[in-house]
């Protein structure tokens, strides 16, 4: 990851943010958006923008909506078209530089504190517009694939939340440690990938489902703790060892769930420390930008990607 010298020169106006997200976006050539026609027509009196008139149909895949690429005025999009940039008053510097931020951030950054690294202590423009870009840069950093977990995987859940005794007497709902917490149950490849989610319901199905969608049936070991979640995974036929933390049993030879366990660190330390409280609403994003962060931190450039995927 190059320094931040060295982005600010990389990156010096809007019209190298645009050309950057060009080539991203189109690397064979600039296509329609709408349908994916590649005959497209630049306009020259407005820098970034192109006309489709290639009166090809396609449908809009959150509302069922046909749309038409009409042959006689046809449909006219830019750069920022069809990504978490458009319809933004900031330029696409701010958008740019909160995005390589966030990612060399080891345990994140607040939007707080982006704010005032890009606006200085006046606050020269709305904290809550620095958030929403957060926010939906998060929601670029969403893996909507992955391939399934191979070699040796451990899997484990942490819960997020404050703890009861440190609640206000009128605000505790029971005395269990995991009472009143969030459940993210995660599963890391050793020297790999690490994929998590939020737990809507801890029921069976939502473990056995998350196992099977993850995991390969070709891994050579699941490594978890002594939860009865997991005793059903031998009669599926995976490879599957415990270690008993009750027992004060942490590591059997290759039997351990060390590194999922330092990325719960990570993650609380993120929530801790930077972050301070995570809504359970938007939890999820917060997973993406630390996972997405985790699994691309040997990559040369993970900015390429988030720019990409926007």
Known sequence: ??????????????????????KMRWPDGVKCPRCGHDKVYELKARPFNWVC?????????????????????GYRFSVITH???????????????????????????????????MFGSKHLDNYHTTWCQCMRLRGAMRDSEWEQLMGEVEIDEVYLGGKEK???????????????????????????????????????????????????????LIA???????RHLRSLGFPH?????????????????QNIESFWSLLRRGVMGTYHKMSR???????????FRHNRRHDDDPFAELISNA
Not at 53 to 73: A, D, I, Q, R, Y
Not at 167 to 187: D, F, L, P
Not at 198 to 206: K, L, N, P, Y
């Open 166 to 220: 440190n609640k206000h007497k009128g605000k505790r709902v029971g005395n269990w440690a995991s009472q009143g917490k969030t459940e993210v149950i995660g599963a890391i490849a050793r020297k790999g990938n690490i994929v998590c989610q939020m737990v809507e319901e801890a029921d069976f199905s939502t473990y056995d489902n998350f196992v099977r969608k993850t995991v390969s049936g070709r891994v050579n």
């Open 53 to 73: 008139k290639s009166g090809k149909e396609s449908v809009n895949k959150s509302t069922g909506e046909v749309l038409t690429c009409n042959k006689k005025n």
């Open 241 to 257: 060892e415990i270690v008993t933390h009750k027992r004060e049993e942490y590591v059997r030879g290759k039997v351990h769930t």
């Open 224 to 230: 978890t703790d002594e939860t009865f979640r997991y």
């Open 281 to 291: 609403d938007y939890l999820p994003l917060y997973l993406s930008e630390f996972t």
């Open 1 to 22: 990851m190059q320094t931040q010298d060295a982005f600010d020169k990389r990156f010096p106006d809007e019209n190298a943010c645009r050309e950057y997200l060009k």
């Open 83 to 117: 990504t978490v940039f458009e319809n933004t008053k900031r330029p696409l510097v701010s958008w740019f530089k909160i995005g390589y931020l966030m990612l060399v951030s080891k345990k994140g950054i607040s939007a707080l504190q982006l704010h005032r690294m």
